[in-house]
């Protein structure tokens, strides 16, 4: 890529990594990935703030050739996607300092192995003139780790946020151009990355929200022109409101549990219910996070293995309970063979979620009427629950 002119003297250096599918080993990216450093040059002194991830550090590296000088490297985040090539910049720039938080200082110590000499810690509120522009350091941790800040420049009217606000999503788009694909990654990203946090999320964006910034630079995706736009979907995503929605994962083995499945989804329709059925076989993690932002219920459906949950059921279920989504009612549907333990083990993988439990069906071999009895008795208690419930929208 080349580097991109977003404000006077402000430039996006984004390395997009269109090929990228998995990060943390861990996260699907259907879209690939950008990592977005900027270049922010004073009347008296250059800035970089942030960086890239090392396997594309020729990207960054190139997109600085002819740039002589520069005085400061920021790290909003240590997080080796935007630090990762930190060694290589204070390699280039002799005299640059690195200015970050005091956790980040600790933390690119012990994660890069820069050395102490280079840093400067800066203070939440701090500022460091570039002449005719200035740095303000804003303290946002735990978004999405500890040590997080933003840098805000007031003359220009820029919010640099790192991972807050951004996305996944490999584009050679400078600013946000289509906002269902942006809006549609961003939750994406939120989905996974951020929403654990989302009681430092809410205490975040009420301390950014009186700075007055007009567009907001991520660190991941299209930087945001319209910053409402952003903001808007962040505080519908952290505010106690949920969806009269289901989200139903599921396994099955010799089709009994699909044909509960089907039964309740009928059910739940009938009912008014909308639901999110996913083939954990199938499903990309993060389209099931998505639909844990917004659904009010959780409904995990699986047979039995021996005696035990279905692994692939277990795994689901630790995915989300690390997110912390808001659902506020849960229930566990499923089949086994001579005995199982599946509903006990399943509700102690999720401590983290403070869901009111509706019900468990566990069905030896073929549901019967009664099973479908039951089930539609479950229909009954989720659109109750959501037809009482203020919070559902
Ligand atoms: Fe994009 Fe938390 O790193």
Not at 4 to 20: F, N, T, Y
Not at 334 to 353: C, M
Request: hydrophobic share 45%; with cysteine.
């Amino acid at each position: 890529m080349i580097a991109r002119e977003i404000k006077p003297g402000i430039q996006l250096i984004a390395s997009v990594h269109w090929e990228r599918r998995l990060f943390d080993s861990l996260i699907p990216l259907p879209e690939g990935t950008s990592y977005n450093a900027y270049l922010v040059k004073g009347s008296e002194a250059t800035a970089i703030i942030d960086a890239t991830d090392p396997e594309l550090s020729n990207d960054l590296m190139s997109q600085l050739e002819g740039v002589e000088k520069i005085d400061y490297i920021v790290s909003n985040h240590t997080e080796q996607d935007h630090s990762g090539v930190i060694p290589e910049l204070i390699e280039k720039y002799p005299e640059a300092q690195i200015l970050c938080s005091a956790k980040a200082q600790e933390m690119l110590s012990t994660h890069i192995g820069l050395p102490e000499e280079r840093f400067r810690v800066v203070k939440d509120g701090e500022t460091v003139s570039l002449g005719d522009k200035t740095l303000r350091f804003v303290y946002t941790p735990w978004v999405h780790w500890p040590e997080t800040m933003s840098t805000f420049v007031p003359e220009s009217k820029i919010l640099f946020s790192c991972d807050f606000f951004g996305s996944h999503l490999a584009t050679s788009d400078t600013f946000v151009t289509d906002k269902a694909e942006t809006f549609r990654a961003a939750k994406r990203y939120y989905a996974e990355i951020m929403m654990p946090f989302r009681a430092a999320i809410i205490n975040n964006i009420k301390k950014l929200e009186p700075l007055d910034f007009d567009m907001i630079a991520p660190s991941h995706g299209p930087v945001h022109q319209d910053p409402g736009f952003i903001l808007e979907a962040y505080r519908k995503w952290i505010s106690p409101q949920v969806a009269n929605e289901v989200c139903l994962p599921y396994i099955t083995m010799h089709g009994s549990t699909k044909l509960m499945v089907d039964h309740l989804v009928d059910a739940l329709v009938k009912r008014g219910v909308k639901v999110h059925v996913f083939d954990l076989n199938v499903t990309d993690i993060g389209d099931l996070a998505m639909s844990l932002v917004d659904a009010a219920t959780l409904i995990a459906a699986a047979p039995t293995v021996h005696v035990n949950a279905h692994p692939k059921l277990v795994y689901a279920a630790y995915v989300a309970n690390m997110i912390r989504p808001k659902v506020k009612y849960a229930a566990i549907i499923g089949s086994y063979g001579w005995a199982t333990k599946q509903v006990e083990q399943i509700a102690g993988l999720i401590p983290n979620i403070k869901a009111e439990v509706l019900g468990s069906i566990m069905q030896k071999g073929l549901p019967t009427a009664e099973t479908f009895a039951q089930l539609d008795a479950l229909a009954d208690a989720v659109a109750k629950a959501h037809a009482e419930d203020p919070d559902v929208v």
